[in-house]
C-alpha cells in the first residue's frame, strides 16, 4: 500500500502507517513537488489519511485512481466532499465514539475555565499581581442555565456531565431520546441559557448558525462554549458581541480558519482559546490512531470498513 499523509499525525500512527507501506508526507511538499509526484506515481496511492481539520480536495481525489480510502483522523468529515468521493468508489473513514469523553470532558472545562476565570487568574499569579491586589470576582458555575447546539454523541456526553451543574435543554434538527428540555427555537435557547454550547457537525446548514441575533439573545450575561467547529459562528458578529458586551464570553477550541486566530478574538479580554485539543489526549489519539489503522487494514484485506460514513 501507498499513503497519502495530508497533515501531521501522532509518531504512533505515523510509525504504524509506515510499517504498512510507503507514506508520502504530501504536506510536506510544495505545489511543483505535489504535481512531479502526482505525475509519476498517482497510480500508486491507495489511501489518504487525515486530520478532521483539514479536507481531501475533489482535485486530489480525482488525480489519485487507485485511491479506495479517505481516513480522517478524526469525527468531523465537514473537509471532506463525501458524496463525491463515495461516487468515485471511495470510501471515507472517521472515528467516531473515541474522543466523546475527551471532548465533553473539555466543553466542561472550558465554561468552568472561562466563567471562573481560570486562564487569567494563572497569568494574575504568573504576573505577580496577586502581590499587589485581588482577582476579580468571577461567575457561579454551579445553578448556570446550559444550552446545548447538537445532541450528537459529544453533545449528550457534555450535557450528561454539566447536568451536575444545572438545568439542560438543548436544540437540533429534532429531539433525540435524552432526559432534556429539546428547544425547537435556537434564539429561544439562547435566550435561555446562561451557557450556550456548540457540539453539532459543521454542514451547510449550521455555516454561520451562531449570527448576531443569536449573540443577542444570548446576551450580556451569556457565555458562549464552542468545541465543535469555527465555522458555525460568524466570527464578525462574534468578535462585536464581545467588544460590546452584548454577550459575556466566549470559550473557542476551534475558530473557522485555524491555526490562524482572528485578532479580535485574541484581543478580547473574555475569551478563552486552545488550539483544537479537545481531542487531544495520549489515550484518545492512541484510540484515534487504532480506528484509524483498522479502516485501513480492512480496505487492504478487502473487509468491510469498521467505521466508514454510510
Ligand atoms: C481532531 C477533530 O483534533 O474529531 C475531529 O473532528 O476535530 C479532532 O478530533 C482532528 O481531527 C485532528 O486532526
Known amino acids: 500500500q501507498v499513503a497519502l499523509q495530508l497533515c501531521p ?25 505535489q504535481r512531479a509526484w502526482l505525475a509519476t506515481q498517482a497510480d500508486s496511492a491507495n489511501v ?20 479506495g480510502l479517505i481516513a480522517i483522523n478524526g469525527v468531523g468529515f465537514d473537509k471532506v466532499d463525501v458524496p463525491y468521493a463515495q461516487g468515485r468508489g471511495v470510501a471515507v473513514s472517521t472515528t467516531p465514539g473515541v474522543l466523546t469523553d475527551d ?44 444550552g446545548i447546539v447538537g445532541l450528537g454523541h459529544i453533545g449528550r456526553a457534555t450535557a450528561d456531565r454539566l447536568a451536575a451543574f444545572g438545568p439542560i435543554a438543548y436544540h437540533g434538527r429534532m429531539p433525540k431520546d435524552a432526559p432534556y428540555r429539546f428547544e425547537p427555537d435556537l434564539h429561544v435557547l439562547a435566550r435561555d441559557s446562561d451557557v450556550l454550547l456548540l457540539a453539532c457537525a459543521a454542514t451547510e ?32 458578529a462574534l468578535v462585536a458581541a464581545l467588544d460590546r458586551g452584548t454577550i459575556a464570553g466566549a470559550a473557542l477550541d476551534v475558530v473557522a480558519d485555524e491555526p490562524v486566530v482572528p485578532v479580535g478574538l485574541i484581543a478580547s479580554e473574555r475569551t478563552v482559546l486552545a488550539p483544537h485539543i479537545a481531542s487531544g489526549t495520549v ?27 454510510k
Open 48 to 67: 489518504v489519511v487525515t486530520g478532521g481539520h483539514l479536507g481531501c480536495t475533489n482535485d486530489l481525489i480525482d488525480a489519485l485512481p487507485s485511491l
Open 205 to 236: 446548514e449550521t455555516r454561520g448558525l451562531i449570527d448576531a441575533s443569536v449573540l443577542e439573545a444570548l446576551g450580556p450575561e451569556g457565555y458562549l462554549v464552542n468545541v465543535a467547529r469555527g465555522s458555525v459562528v460568524d466570527e464578525d
Open 283 to 309: 489515550e484518545t489519539r492512541k484510540a484515534m490512531a487504532d480506528l484509524v489503522l483498522a479502516n485501513v487494514d480492512a480496505l487492504l484485506a478487502g473487509a468491510p470498513l469498521p467505521s466508514a460514513l
Open 9 to 33: 499525525l501522532s509518531e504512533y500512527l505515523e510509525a504504524q502507517l509506515a510499517e504498512r507501506g510507503p507514506v508520502v508526507r504530501w504536506f510536506e511538499l510544495d505545489e511543483a513537488a
Open 103 to 146: 471532548v465533553a470532558d473539555l466543553a466542561v472545562g472550558l465554561t468552568i475555565g472561562l466563567l471562573r476565570g481560570l486562564a487569567a487568574a494563572d497569568r494574575f499569579v504568573r504576573d505577580g499581581r496577586w502581590l499587589e491586589e485581588g482577582f476579580p470576582l468571577k461567575r457561579k458555575v454551579t445553578g448556570r442555565r446550559f
